[in-house]
């Protein structure tokens, strides 16, 4: 079964620092998706992507925040400045068309950040 | 956006079938409800998605009533790896594609 991969497992970084978390969509997707979740916390949606633009973002995606879709095949979230408050769980989905509620999102198993 | 119910926690044993409801009052014509499934340090896995009546995969059925102010998801025969938390989601038809978490059903499966 096709699966949603992300790199790395874990990030260690300090506070400052930029970091690029990378996901692998499943291949034939063509929405891509970013959330976290806060350790002991909901789940919280990011940013939709579709096409090379964003489609969605919530609140939380700031001027901090960027996608990119660098190639065929990665889709990256790029932090600039992280701050502690942005230590979490960050999960990348994908669904196959984004055209309604029977469009399933798939997640990848996530990269926890660790913001020091 | 319809806001879900679900009980904050459910304890079960080894073979017994579970059935979680979400409550979701104010759903809208268009909207399908949706069951995740989440394991510690994992992401969100789906498991049925469906609008009215019955639905069953090889994992699970959900059942959503005439007025679909609700919906029970059934987990049959469960075992310990079915220790994980469910979140019951509407998910709005047309153009919104985010998916809204709410705090989900902690299920602790005991031997």
Request: proline fraction near 6%; include cysteine.
């Amino acid at each position: 079964e096709p699966e949603v991969t992300q790199t790395p497992s874990h990030q260690v970084t300090q506070m400052g620092q930029e970091v690029i978390l990378r996901c692998v969509p499943i291949s034939n997707h063509l929405y891509f998706y970013w959330y976290r979740q806060i350790l002991g916390q909901k789940v919280e949606f990011l940013v939709s992507f579709y096409n090379n633009e964003i489609s969605e973002k919530s609140e939380i995606f700031d001027d901090q925040f960027s996608v990119e879709r660098p190639d065929g095949s990665n889709f990256t979230l790029k932090i600039r400045s992280t701050k502690l408050e942005d230590s979490a769980m960050y999960f990348c989905a994908s669904s196959e068309l984004g055209l309604g509620p029977t469009d399933t999102q798939y997640f990848g198993p996530g990269t926890r950040l660790t913001v020091l | 956006l319809a806001k879900t119910t679900q009980p904050i926690s459910m304890d079960s044993y080894e073979g017994q079938e579970v059935n979680i409801t979400c409550s979701h009052n104010n759903i809208a014509t268009n909207d399908y409800i949706t069951w995740y499934q989440q394991f510690p340090s994992q992401g969100p896995r789906f498991i049925i998605q469906g609008y009215k009546t019955k639905v069953t995969n090889e994992v699970a059925s959900l059942f959503i009533p005439a007025d679909r102010k609700s919906s029970t998801l059934s987990l049959p025969r469960v075992s310990l790896s079915d220790t994980a938390v469910y979140y019951c989601l509407v998910v709005p038809s047309g153009s919104a594609r985010q998916l809204t978490f709410g705090s989900g059903t902690q299920l602790t499966v005991l031997p």
